[in-house]
């Protein structure tokens, strides 16, 4: 059955210092809780294998923000599958609409990385959304079926079973603006549908489908109360404790 999922996204935010700081401080306000979803913090490469030390990696799980489309070699500045997994990392997020727009990531690109992050048994949180012109042409539907197409459909039912998928509206991410609890519903329901038509209502039904975009405590519960809504990818409101604890706590 798929889970219930809180997972941080801090981008190009927090030194060493201040991160392990951060990450320390969501072990605490975690001790002798269960949350009722699993909690991942994604955090810069630097960050990773001294926070993996700093935690209890049973309650956190930590994600890269990005990997590498090739597998090793010279590819100077990059970070490799490999790398992330064996700093003991479980997951990383792909397709984040800011690597798609800044960093030119193409389906194509996106395809290879998702590739070698499951060869390397980390767990994509693979990011899909249309952006404000999509939406207002009526186009949105259209768009995140193709992102879906164009970088996972090529895996096999077992494989697609691995991956954890994140609707970002493009328009709601830092903007403040969030989606309305019906418009994520209804997004996430034909994202669950098209899943299905593909791999069967088995595979779509165990897959966890998170929101993304200006998620914070006073709307959490509303958007996690939808059927086909599994939790969320938090921006902002994952660089403090109290905020991400607050979301986490919505389930
Ligand atoms: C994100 O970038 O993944 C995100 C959801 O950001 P924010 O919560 O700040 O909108």
């Keep these: 059955m798929r889970k219930n999922i809180v997972a941080g996204n801090w981008k190009m935010n927090k030194n060493l210092q201040e991160g392990l700081e951060l990450a320390k401080g969501l072990n605490e306000a975690l001790e002798g809780k269960t949350p009722n979803c699993d909690v991942i913090i994604g955090t810069p490469f630097i960050h990773l294998a001294s926070v993996v030390d700093a935690i209890d990696t049973n309650k956190i799980g930590v994600a890269a923000e990005n990997c590498a489309d090739k597998a090793s070699g010279a590819y100077t500045g990059e970070v490799s599958a490999e790398m992330v997994a064996s700093t003991g990392a479980k997951y990383v997020i792909l397709g984040h609409s800011e690597r798609r727009a800044y960093y030119h990531e193409t389906p194509e690109i996106l395809k290879e990385k998702v590739l070698l992050a499951l060869a390397n048994g980390l767990t994509p949180i693979f990011c899909i959304g249309e952006v404000l012109e999509e939406r207002e042409a009526g186009k949105h539907f259209d768009v995140v079926k193709s992102q879906i197409e164009g970088s996972l459909f090529n895996l096999a039912a077992q494989d697609f079973g691995k991956i954890i998928l994140a609707y970002e509206p493009v ?5 403040g603006k969030t989606a309305t609890a019906e418009q994520a519903q209804e997004m996430h329901a034909f994202i669950r549908k098209t899943l299905a038509d593909k791999y069967g209502k088995e595979v779509a039904d165990n897959c966890s489908i998170l929101y993304g975009g200006s998620c914070k ?3 959490a519960k509303e ?8 939790g969320g990818l938090i921006g902002g409101a994952a660089l403090e404790v109290d905020s991400f604890m607050g979301i986490i706590n919505a389930f």
């Design 223 to 230: 958007l996690f109360a939808n059927p086909d809504v599994d």
């Design 217 to 219: 405590p006073s709307n």
């Design 171 to 175: 328009w709601a991410i830092g903007t």
